[in-house]
């Protein structure tokens, strides 16, 4: 079985002014020191410069949210890959479902991000998720395993190491009604097969795949104990240290 390192990362969505962002990351930055999982934090781009200013040293990864699917020119109101880079950003959500369900995002949109995030040399977290309408149709496995393909279109293999699939079912997020670990867990296999028939096993079995939706101190140490659970996207509970750092620490609880 591959060894994979958990991967957790915190979305701050549209939460934290610069100095409140200022003061969350200080406080993830002094108690995360000796952390053996990879950690990421993605404030909203108005505090990235604060973030990233804070993080400096420290093996946090400073992550984005979002950003425009071509690399520069007049899209008033955008963000593009180079003024993510120009901030040290090393790593881009993409696809996330409140980009896809409140500003009507396609999977050719996302896809387009991600080759060019890819493209630009950036590691990138591709959501994916049902909705409950979908889940209750019997559609589940059908919706998750299109948008791991669209999101994927065209990418190179050698590029594969640097995505990230995050599986976050929309009736999860924010409800705190999370998914049960075996659920999860079997819709992860899932996009690892998936995975695999685009590019063969090996690359699947490397792949890094977060669960996102409700996740809590509480249900953390569950969720990873799945064998195709490798780190989690984290909303909510990212927004304080004290729900935050015991998540990352999961091993310790
Ligand atoms: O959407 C999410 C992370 O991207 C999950 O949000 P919650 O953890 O608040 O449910």
Redesign the pocket.
């Known amino acids: 079985m591959t060894e994979r390192r958990p991967f957790i990362a915190g ?1 701050w969505k549209m939460h934290k002014t610069t100095g409140e962002a200022r003061a969350l990351a200080e406080a993830l930055v002094e108690n995360l020191k000796d952390c053996p999982h990879k950690v990421m934090v993605a404030p909203p781009f108005t505090a990235l410069s604060a973030v990233r200013e804070v993080l400096k040293g420290s093996p946090i990864l400073l992550g984005a949210q979002n950003m425009c699917s071509v690399r520069e020119g007049a899209h008033t109101g955008e963000i593009s890959v180079l003024m993510l880079k120009d901030l040290d950003v090393s790593v881009v ?1 993409l696809g ?3 980009r896809r369900l409140i500003y009507g995002e396609t999977d050719r949109l996302i896809n387009e991000k991600v080759r060019l995030a890819l493209e630009e040399g950036m590691e990138v977290i591709l ?1 994916v998720g049902e909705t409950l309408e979908q889940r209750e149709a019997g559609k589940a496995e059908q919706v998750v395993e299109e948008q791991v393909k669209r999101g994927l279109d065209g990418v190179a293999p050698e590029d594969l190491s640097r995505v990230t699939i ?1 599986y ?1 079912p929309v009736w ?4 705190g009604r999370t998914a049960r670990p075996e659920d999860a867990d079997a819709m992860h296999r899932h996009i690892r097969r998936t995975v695999a028939s685009l590019h063969g096993t090996d690359a699947a079995e490397a792949l890094i795949i977060q669960y ?4 809590k101190p509480s249900n953390i140490k569950a969720l990873m104990a799945m064998e195709n659970i490798d780190g989690a ?5 990212s927004l304080s240290a004290e729900n935050f750092l015991p998540i990352v620490n999961f091993h310790l609880e």
């Open positions: 979305n959500i996330h479902s409140e959501c995050a976050e999860a997020i924010g409800t996102g939706g409700s996740v996207l984290v909303g909510g509970a």
